[in-house]
């Protein structure tokens, strides 16, 4: 972590160092850690008590590399340390990045109570200026709500900076007449999970939408340490910006899957495909995996809030509901391949390798093995299942039931005794696997991968029956 700065950071232009991140989930913990590593002082909070104490005790509340061991570091240092009352929180810092959860409603419009909740308990304990950094992804124009909502629900004299900056003689207020200023950010995160504080320590670029000087300043300082391009614009461009992120990345993986049908009904490889393109810079290599499609908490949701609020507006958005519908299909493909080798499921043994919805990561949020378990359950399958982090969060939607679904110890397990194996997440452990026992050890040597993980040859080479996406 090259940016490591153990002196800690002061001298800096802005008053106090103190952040608060509120929110400790995927965003939330490896942005506070990250802030920490750099030098500040940071407090973390949460609605959720019982999360808060487990982050206080050290224990890093979900799988992600390296965090638990930079929670470790940083409540030793006492860079970061917890605080259960949210309002505690935010009286004793100056910067709050708000890091909440933002599910999506049914109708695929997210839903920002929460956002709004926090907004509202920051407006009850401005002290002094504070800068209000939104960090959670959110539609465009959520920054003005919150900025708003503080408006309504602050004391009277709390003025937004910019305003101040507008009169001709700002410093004509200061907050030590009673008087209390904020300022609303709009400051997206593009980290991955499953390596979160990679993409913290060495981003592509930090985008800060930003409304006053004084915002620009702080967010410009707190960021200088990564080296990084910094793109700071207003604060509905700061939003687009994260959601284009995340529907141009779906948009990828979509073409690169509806390329990969092609290449199977006309004979031709999706990988080489993408190469191909990839090697073009103007295309780039990133993004264009085939296989079984985007999941997660991000890229499904915002591609869906995206649709959403281009409808609000009256925008022809039909381009990204395709994108949309091609990613759903992707499920049932794998599926079709699964029983035109079988023929029947019914009292088949599959073998699952792979639950959480990418590598490096226990989370479950829209993987599509939650889909395919439920589908091959439905059709009376019978399944083992394997995953190196998932199995707890699974166990959680799918208990396991004898003659029926089965959590396994390792990939080898999962396979004895059965009909097919499915390849669902690309971990490196099954990268590494040792094939050949994998092949011993299943009833019927069939394979099919959902992530075009391994070398068709070699696998027919082996004796595999072997099936992959697009090639
Ligand atoms: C995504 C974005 O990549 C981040 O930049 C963004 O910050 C984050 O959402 C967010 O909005 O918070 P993440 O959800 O962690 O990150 O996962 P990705 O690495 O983007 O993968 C999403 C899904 O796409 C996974 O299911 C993955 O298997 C799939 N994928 C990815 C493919 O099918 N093909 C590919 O080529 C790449």
């Given at each position: 972590?090259?940016?490591?700065?153990?002196?800690g950071t002061a001298g800096l232009s802005f008053e106090s160092n103190r952040l608060a991140?509120?929110?400790?989930?995927?965003?939330?913990?490896?942005?506070?850690?990250?802030?920490?590593?750099?030098?500040w002082q940071?407090?973390?909070?949460?609605?959720?008590?019982?999360?808060?104490?487990?982050?206080?005790?050290?224990?890093?509340?979900?799988?992600?590399?390296?965090?638990?061991?930079?929670?470790?570091?940083?409540?030793?240092?006492?860079?970061?340390?917890?605080?259960?009352?949210?309002?505690?929180?935010?009286r004793s810092s100056s910067v709050l990045?708000?890091?909440?959860?933002?599910?999506?409603?049914?109708?695929?419009?997210?839903?920002?109570?929460?956002?709004?909740?926090?907004?509202?308990?920051?407006?009850?304990?401005l002290n002094g200026y504070k800068l209000?950094?939104?960090?959670?992804?959110?539609?465009?124009?959520?920054?003005?709500?919150?900025?708003?909502?503080?408006?309504?629900?602050?004391?009277?004299?709390?003025?937004?900076t910019?305003?101040l900056?507008?009169?001709?003689?700002?410093m004509?207020?200061q907050p030590s007449?009673?008087v209390h200023l904020f300022d609303?950010?709009?400051?997206?995160?593009?980290?991955?999970?499953?390596?979160?504080?990679?993409?913290?320590?060495?981003?592509?670029?930090?985008?800060?939408?930003?409304?006053s000087e004084r915002a620009?300043q702080i967010l410009?300082d707190l960021?200088?340490?990564?080296?990084?391009?910094?793109?700071?614009?207003?604060?509905?461009?700061?939003?687009?910006?994260?959601?284009?992120?995340?529907?141009?990345?779906?948009?990828?993986?979509?073409?690169?899957?509806?390329?990969?049908?092609?290449?199977?009904?006309?004979?031709?490889?999706?990988?080489?495909?993408?190469?191909?393109?990839?090697?073009?810079?103007?295309?780039?290599?990133?993004?264009?995996?085939?296989?079984?499609?985007?999941?997660?908490?991000?890229?499904?949701?915002?591609?869906?809030?995206?649709?959403?609020?281009?409808?609000?507006?009256?925008?022809?958005?039909?381009?990204?509901?395709?994108?949309?519908?091609?990613?759903?299909?992707?499920?049932?493909?794998?599926?079709?391949?699964?029983?035109?080798?079988?023929?029947?499921?019914?009292?088949?043994?599959?073998?699952?390798?792979?639950?959480?919805?990418?590598?490096?990561?226990?989370?479950?949020?829209?993987?599509?093995?939650?889909?395919?378990?439920?589908?091959?359950?439905?059709?009376?399958?019978?399944?083992?299942?394997?995953?190196?982090?998932?199995?707890?969060?699974?166990?959680?939607?799918?208990?396991?039931?004898?003659?029926?679904?089965?959590?396994?110890?390792?990939?080898?397990?999962?396979?004895?005794?059965?009909?097919?194996?499915?390849?669902?997440?690309?971990?490196?452990?099954?990268?590494?696997?040792?094939?050949?026992?994998?092949?011993?050890?299943?009833?019927?040597?069939?394979?099919?991968?959902?992530?075009?993980?391994?070398?068709?040859?070699?696998?027919?080479?082996?004796?595999?029956?072997?099936?992959?996406?697009?090639?």
């Amino acid at each position: 972590m090259k940016q490591s700065n153990d002196e800690g950071t002061a001298g800096l232009s802005f008053e106090s160092n103190r952040l608060a991140v509120l929110g400790l989930g995927h965003v939330g913990l490896p942005t506070a850690l990250s802030l920490a590593e750099l030098g500040w002082q940071v407090t973390g909070t949460d609605s959720d008590t019982s999360k808060v104490r487990q982050v206080g005790s050290g224990c890093a509340p979900f799988y992600e590399p390296g965090l638990q061991e930079l929670l470790s570091k940083h409540r030793e240092s006492r860079r970061f340390r917890v605080e259960e009352n949210v309002e505690e929180a935010i009286r004793s810092s100056s910067v709050l990045f708000i890091c909440v959860g933002t599910p999506q409603q049914e109708d695929g419009e997210a839903d920002l109570s929460q956002v709004e909740a926090v907004a509202r308990v920051i407006a009850q304990n401005l002290n002094g200026y504070k800068l209000i950094v939104e960090k959670s992804t959110v539609p465009a124009i959520t920054a003005r709500w919150i900025k708003r909502t503080i408006q309504r629900y602050a004391p009277a004299n709390t003025y937004v900076t910019k305003t101040l900056e507008q009169e001709e003689s700002p410093m004509a207020l200061q907050p030590s007449d009673g008087v209390h200023l904020f300022d609303v950010a709009s400051n997206p995160e593009f980290l991955q999970e499953g390596s979160a504080l990679q993409d913290c320590f060495s981003p592509s670029r930090v985008v800060c939408g930003v409304e006053s000087e004084r915002a620009r300043q702080i967010l410009t300082d707190l960021y200088r340490p990564l080296n990084c391009q910094i793109v700071v614009t207003d604060l509905n461009t700061a939003e687009l910006i994260k959601h284009a992120a995340n529907a141009f990345l779906a948009t990828k993986i979509s073409f690169i899957n509806m390329v990969g049908d092609l290449c199977e009904a006309v004979g031709g490889d999706v990988t080489q495909v993408a190469k191909g393109i990839g090697l073009d810079p103007r295309i780039g290599r990133h993004f264009l995996n085939a296989g079984l499609g985007f999941g997660g908490y991000c890229l499904p949701k915002d591609v869906r809030a995206f649709i959403h609020l281009a409808e609000q507006h009256r925008v022809d958005f039909s381009f990204l509901k395709e994108v949309e519908r091609i990613n759903n299909g992707r499920v049932d493909r794998m599926l079709q391949k699964l029983r035109s080798s079988l023929w029947v499921l019914r009292g088949k043994r599959i073998a699952m390798l792979g639950l959480s919805f990418k590598p490096n990561t226990d989370d479950m949020r829209e993987a599509p093995s939650v889909r395919m378990i439920g589908k091959l359950l439905q059709e009376g399958a019978v399944l083992q299942v394997h995953d190196p982090q998932a199995m707890p969060h699974m166990r959680q939607m799918y208990a396991e039931e004898e003659g029926r679904l089965t959590y396994c110890s390792s990939p080898y397990e999962a396979a004895r005794d059965c009909d097919a194996v499915l390849l669902v997440t690309e971990w490196e452990e099954y990268r590494e696997m040792d094939l050949p026992r994998l092949k011993d050890l299943a009833r019927v040597p069939i394979l099919i991968d959902g992530r075009n993980l391994y070398d068709p040859n070699r696998m027919r080479q082996l004796g595999f029956e072997y099936y992959s996406m697009g090639r």
